[in-house]
């Protein structure tokens, strides 16, 4: 707070932005589940489960995830570099145009303008729009780095670095299209140049937006929190370079069996597994930087947090390179297990760290210190059980449903029709509508409490600013 | 070094993500959709098709259908020959899809008649009780737009007539989507070249069981075949069955392989223990318990 | 062996000693206290 030159208003306007995004990808979210169960909710031609679905990914990913990249990045990098941001004005302009960008998409979205490529769904104009809005936050992260104070780079600088490149390159690939009109654009590749490189960018987008910017956010707010530093630096280093040059290679392991080339699929394969390394390497220097300090879990409600997500992010890419195994693949690939990997990597690792992170910055941008510690840890339990809830039965479902394709009668052929296997589906759906319901109520909570920390909290007294977070 | 120069470590960092870039994304280029993965027979869409398709994504049914038959029995079993790569090369973007909530639609095409196609989209749960999909019979109520979708093709760069256009003038977009439907996957000839084989002489386990066994046979009817052939026999998109009219052994035939011309689908997938049961059923059980 | 695997090989050879590099110098003695300076400063940036 001594600082005054630091520019906290920007952060502020962001975290509110996600955060409201993040509410509506999940109201979206507990809808398209509804509707997977009770069909008649279904109401034509904007509200089908066929246009909705894709609100829900992108509301999620870019509204809640990139929003809170943003929003922690801006507050980072101004602490990192010991400056203040380089141009006030254009991270004024990103935000706005950040909204205008995730109203835009929703709009179009519900009307039916998609390019049906996963994650890429927006149609051309707002690709542009994408672009414009990358480039301003990029422009305004690397100039305030350049102007930094302290000379060595902090590890979640060199995350920051990659994710914003890593991301520029991916879309802008992906995005090549001919327009046939304004809301109508034909992909650039076909068939199946255009699978491969949309899984290229599929996966990566889950490297660059939902592992990179996160893992940023790990080291700096850990540290941070515990008020002791990273176990090692130097091995966050090493993971580093494996990390970012392992994942672009993997893209196809979300096309096993598909007419891509074999030998694609085989590099994808082996690398998917190979990645559990450097993935390991950021999970395990999260647990050591925790050696002494465990005794935090129980007092420090954002330990607890930031563990818990590293925790998920662990068995998330346990779980990745398992499915991205031939053999595997074959069994589970189609059904729901899929799902139940997203989501405990979007809602256990992702938004676990930027619920921590959150909890973190509003002391610090509103000088007041937070509401209510029992409730954020009733927050705590409402997304762990909705989520484990979620995962849990659907990793059942993907289970019951792949051994059901593929039972076999004695004489060779298939056991069951297809309706016999997906009419199995509904009790767990069912099961997932309420592990999305306690999620979201763990949001309501969430956004209670923040909202009642900015109306009403207690002012901070200045010299508990650098250990606030401790209960 | 790197550590403390940003810039370096930006063109560093471009430079590894490039390497898996190049090979995995960009060198396939050399080798996918050239002359080597060509299939006779694939054409590109008609302009019917094609707006059919745009319409697909646009309600994206691809959210809940998988376009790609996988290399593996149960995949080839349930959906029909596995998909290839030359079978794609006109379509802008692929639609291989991740998720199947609903079946694969890679080999639709000629698996239904159209009339099927129409009830179905007009309202899946009359035809199919259990299912989740959306009524879509909305899309009768949308004309199409031959202007636009000329000017669609002339993108593409795919080949039409004036009259093809023309003939767009009073169809609607269930129209389009249907044509659609049935152009799935019916390129290459692997319905004629999958005629099941039917190994060994056919006889009928069940012969002569009574009307109290086959009860719960009927619920397999109701499950796969009452939506063509109606609750009770009578016919709708199917003809009215009277099954006495054949043999057990022509009965088992045209279940088994189905009618490809005439709509009827294949059940072979039931395997033959169920379609023996519908056999019996569907030729005696209307007999009722006299039998 | 034909071209194309040696090229294999010798590309996934070079990859690996630039990996082996990078660790070594990450992890030389010499620059031991310069790899983890900035895990210490980034807490005292308020
Ligand atoms: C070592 C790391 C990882 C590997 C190797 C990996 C592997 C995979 C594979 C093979 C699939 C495809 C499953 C299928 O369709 O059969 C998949 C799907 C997915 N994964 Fe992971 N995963 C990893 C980590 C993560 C993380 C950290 C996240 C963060 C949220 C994540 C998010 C996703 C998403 C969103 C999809 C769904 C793609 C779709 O729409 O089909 N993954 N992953």
């Known amino acids: 707070m001594e600082n005054r030159a630091y520019n906290y208003a920007i952060v502020r306007s962001f975290v509110?932005?996600?955060?409201?995004?993040?509410?509506?990808?999940?109201?979206?979210?507990?809808?398209?589940?509804?509707?997977?169960?009770?069909?008649?909710?279904?109401?034509?031609?904007?509200?089908?489960?066929?246009?909705?679905?894709?609100?829900?990914?992108?509301?999620?990913?870019?509204?809640?995830?990139?929003?809170?990249?943003?929003?922690?990045?801006?507050?980072?990098?101004?602490?990192?570099?010991?400056?203040?941001?380089?141009?006030?004005?254009?991270?004024k302009f990103q935000l706005w145009f950040f909204n205008a960008t995730i109203i835009a998409s929703a709009v179009t979205l519900l009307l039916g303008y998609t390019t049906s490529k996963e994650y890429h769904e927006m149609e051309w104009p707002i690709d542009v729009m994408i672009v414009i809005l990358w480039v301003a936050f990029a422009i305004n992260i690397v100039m305030t780095i350049l102007k930094r104070k302290d000379e060595q780079m902090y590890?979640?600088?060199?995350?920051?670095?990659?994710?914003?490149?890593?991301?520029?390159?991916?879309?802008?690939?992906?995005?090549?299209?001919?327009?046939?009109?304004?809301?109508?654009?034909?992909?650039?590749?076909?068939?199946?140049?255009?699978?491969?490189?949309?899984?290229?960018?599929?996966?990566?987008a889950v490297a660059m937006a939902l592992t990179a910017p996160p893992l940023a956010m790990f080291y700096y707010f850990l540290p941070k929190t515990t008020g002791v530093p990273i176990y090692s630096h130097r091995l966050s280093i090493t993971a580093f370079w494996s990390l970012i040059f392992m994942y672009l290679w993997t893209g196809a392991h979300h096309l096993l069996w598909t007419p891509v080339p074999d030998w694609i699929q085989t590099l994808a394969m082996g690398f998917s597994v190979m990645l559990i390394a450097p993935s390991w390497g950021s999970v395990f220097n999260g647990y050591l930087s925790m050696n002494g300090q465990w005794h935090q879990m129980r007092e420090n409600y954002l330990v607890k947090y930031l563990i818990l997500g590293i925790t998920f992010y662990g068995l998330q890419t346990l779980?990745?390179?398992?499915?991205?195994?031939?053999?595997?693949?074959?069994?589970?690939?189609?059904?729901?297990?899929?799902?139940?990997?997203?989501?405990?990597?979007?809602?256990?690792?992702?938004?676990?760290?930027?619920?921590?992170?959150?909890?973190?910055?509003?002391?610090?941008?509103?000088?007041?210190?937070?509401?209510?510690?029992?409730?954020?840890?009733?927050?705590?339990?409402?997304?762990?059980?909705?989520?484990?809830?979620?995962?849990?039965?659907?990793?059942?479902?993907?289970?019951?449903?792949?051994?059901?394709?593929?039972?076999?009668?004695?004489?060779?052929?298939?056991?069951?029709?297809?309706?016999?296997?997906?009419?199995?589906?509904y009790p767990y759906w069912w099961a997932r509508v309420f592990g999305g319901l306690i999620y979201m109520a763990g949001l309501v909570v969430f956004i209670?409490?923040?909202?009642?920390?900015?109306?009403?909290g207690k002012p901070l007294a200045t010299q508990t600013a650098s250990v606030e977070g401790r209960a | 070094?790197?550590?403390?120069?940003?810039?370096?470590?930006?063109?560093?960092?471009?430079?590894?993500?490039?390497?898996?870039?190049?090979?995995?994304?960009?060198?396939?280029?050399?080798?996918v959709n050239t002359e080597a993965d060509r299939i006779e027979g694939v054409k590109p869409y008609s302009a019917l098709q094609q707006e059919g398709r745009d319409i697909y994504i646009r309600e994206g049914c691809n959210n809940c259908h998988t376009q790609t038959v996988r290399p593996l029995v149960s995949d080839v079993l349930r959906y029909g020959d596995y998909s290839k790569s030359g079978e794609f090369v006109y379509d802008r973007p692929f639609l291989w899809g991740s998720k199947r909530t609903g079946p694969d639609l890679a080999r639709l095409g000629g698996k239904y008649p159209d009339a099927w196609h129409y009830q179905h989209m007009?309202?899946?749960?009359?035809?199919?009780?259990?299912?989740?999909?959306?009524?879509?019979?909305?899309?009768?109520?949308?004309?199409?737009?031959?202007?636009?979708?000329?000017?669609?093709?002339?993108?593409?760069?795919?080949?039409?007539?004036?009259?093809?256009?023309?003939?767009?003038?009073?169809?609607?977009?269930?129209?389009?989507?249907?044509?659609?439907?049935?152009?799935?996957?019916?390129?290459?000839?692997w319905r004629q070249n999958a005629k099941t084989e039917i190994v060994g002489d056919l006889t009928n386990p069940y012969a002569g069981v009574g009307h109290a066994t086959m009860e719960p046979w009927e619920e397999l009817y109701q499950q796969n075949c009452a939506a063509c052939h109606g609750e009770h026999m009578e016919g709708v998109i199917g003809p009215e069955l009277i099954g006495g009219d054949y043999d057990d052994e022509v009965l088992f035939e045209i279940i088994y392989t189905g009618i490809a011309d005439g709509g009827m689908p294949s059940f072979s997938n039931l395997g033959t223990d169920k379609v023996w049961k519908l056999v019996n059923f569907v030729k005696y059980y209307h007999l009722g318990e006299g039998h | 062996m034909d071209l194309g695997s040696l090229l294999y090989l010798g590309v996934t050879f070079g990859l690996f000693v630039i990996f082996v590099l990078i660790v070594m110098r990450t992890y030389s003695r010499k620059r031991k206290d310069e790899g983890e300076i900035a895990k210490y400063r980034m807490l005292d940036d308020d």
């Open chain 1, 448 to 456: 209670y409490n923040l909202y009642m920390t900015v109306s009403k």
């Open chain 2, 1 to 31: 070094m790197w550590e403390k120069k940003p810039v370096l470590l930006i063109v560093l960092a471009t430079g590894v993500i490039l390497i898996g870039t190049i090979i995995t994304m960009v060198l396939p280029f050399a080798w």
């Open chain 1, 155 to 204: 590890i979640s600088l060199w995350y920051m670095l990659a994710a914003i490149i890593g991301v520029a390159i991916l879309f802008t690939v992906n995005a090549a299209a001919v327009p046939a009109s304004l809301f109508k654009s034909y992909s650039a590749y076909a068939g199946t140049n255009d699978a491969n490189v949309e899984w290229w960018f599929g996966h990566n």
């Open chain 2, 122 to 189: 007009e309202s899946p749960r009359a035809m199919v009780p259990k299912s989740n999909m959306p009524d879509y019979g909305w899309l009768s109520a949308n004309q199409l737009d031959p202007q636009v979708i000329q000017h669609k093709m002339e993108t593409l760069g795919f080949p039409f007539t004036a009259e093809e256009i023309n003939a767009l003038k009073g169809k609607t977009e269930m129209d389009a989507m249907v044509a659609y439907m049935q152009k799935l996957g019916s390129d290459i000839p």
């Open chain 1, 319 to 425: 779980q990745g390179p398992m499915q991205a195994i031939r053999t595997f693949s074959a069994f589970i690939h189609y059904t729901d297990w899929v799902p139940a990997h997203i989501h405990m990597g979007t809602m256990g690792w992702v938004s676990m760290i930027s619920f921590a992170s959150i909890y973190f910055l509003i002391p610090r941008i509103y000088g007041r210190e937070v509401y209510s510690i029992p409730l954020a840890n009733l927050q705590f339990w409402l997304i762990l059980v909705g989520q484990l809830i979620w995962s849990i039965s659907l990793w059942i479902a993907g289970v019951l449903q792949a051994g059901m394709w593929n039972a076999m009668n004695p004489d060779g052929s298939l056991t069951y029709t297809f309706m016999e296997t997906m009419v199995e589906m």
């Open chain 1, 16 to 91: 509110t932005w996600s955060v409201i995004w993040g509410l509506v990808a999940v109201l979206v979210g507990v809808i398209v589940s509804l509707q997977m169960v009770e069909p008649d909710l279904n109401f034509p031609p904007y509200l089908t489960f066929g246009r909705l679905r894709p609100i829900h990914t992108n509301a999620g990913i870019y509204g809640w995830g990139v929003g809170v990249i943003f929003a922690t990045f801006l507050y980072i990098v101004q602490r990192l570099c010991k400056t203040p941001l380089w141009s006030d004005k254009l991270a």
